[in-house]
T-cell receptor, first 114, second 112 residues
Framework: GAGVSQSPSNKVTEKGKDVELRCDPI?????LYWYRQSLGQGLEFLIY????????KSGLPSDRFSAERTGGSVSTLTIQRTQQEDSAVYLC????????????FGPGTRLLVL | GDSVTQMEGPVTLSEEAFLTINCTYT??????LFWYVQYPGEGLQLLLK?????DKGSNKGFEATYRKETTSFHLEKGSVQVSDSAVYFC???????????FGTGTLLAVQP
């Protein structure tokens, strides 16, 4: 497990359904980030976890979005009542400490909301 | 707030041509600066970085120098190859927050 892994790689869902996206960071990395890449908005920060500190949720676009990180490792991004504008590639990244360190990105989950 | 502006694409070059992709930033404090690359069908990869003024990041023949006086971090390569065709993103990471703020990306197409 050399890199960040994400699942599923692709997800198609119907408007109004909930979806869960998973991220497995690089072992030992304490910092974990979620970003969204969409045609209209480019690459946007969503949420940041650092160790046991309270997450920085300042990038979450609405209260339909939430994320958790269990045991300081795996993270799940949940989108409730999906809308068509949620269609995007959701990227996860991890880093060693979270401050001025390189972030290593996973391959992303491509979400399509019909 | 902090922001990154990079040149619009697509940029189309012939093999062995000189490449410059402009990037300027607005930030409070002293951010670290990055270039990430996204090859077709692949995820984002770090290309190079610089953490303080006048630092030069380099990798795979690409270079960028952190210019505080012009708030710029332009990406250059002396001789591009077809395999360099990708989307290039300039980004900054501020001191107060740890998130990356990205430019819009520049598509580079290198023709043989």
């Amino acid at each position: 497990g050399a890199g960040v892994s994400q699942s599923p790689s692709n997800k198609v869902t119907e408007k109004g359904k909930d979806v869960e996206l998973r991220c497995d960071p690089i072992s030992g990395h304490t910092a974990l980030y979620w970003y969204r890449q969409s045609l209209g908005q480019g690459l946007e920060f969503l949420i940041y976890f650092q160790g046991n500190s309270a997450p920085d949720k300042s990038g979450l676009p609405s209260d339909r979005f939430s994320a958790e990180r269990t045991g300081g490792s795996v993270s799940t991004l949940t989108i409730q009542r999906t809308q068509q504008e949620d269609s995007a590639v959701y990227l996860c990244a991890s880093g060693e400490t979270g401050s001025r360190e390189t972030q290593y990105f996973g391959p992303g989950t491509r979400l399509l909301v019909l | 707030g902090d922001s990154v502006t990079q040149m619009e694409g697509p940029v189309t070059l012939s093999e062995e041509a000189f490449l410059t992709i402009n990037c300027t930033y607005t930030a409070t404090g002293y951010p670290s600066l990055f270039w990430y690359v996204q090859y077709p069908g692949e995820g984002l990869q770090l290309l190079l970085k610089a953490t303080k003024a006048d630092d030069k990041g380099s990798n795979k023949g690409f270079e960028a120098t952190y210019r505080k006086e012009t708030t710029s971090f332009h990406l250059e390569k002396g001789s591009v190859q077809v395999s360099d065709s990708a989307v290039y993103f300039c980004a900054l990471e501020g001191g107060a927050t740890n998130k990356l703020i990205f430019g819009t990306g520049t598509l580079l197409a290198v023709q043989p």
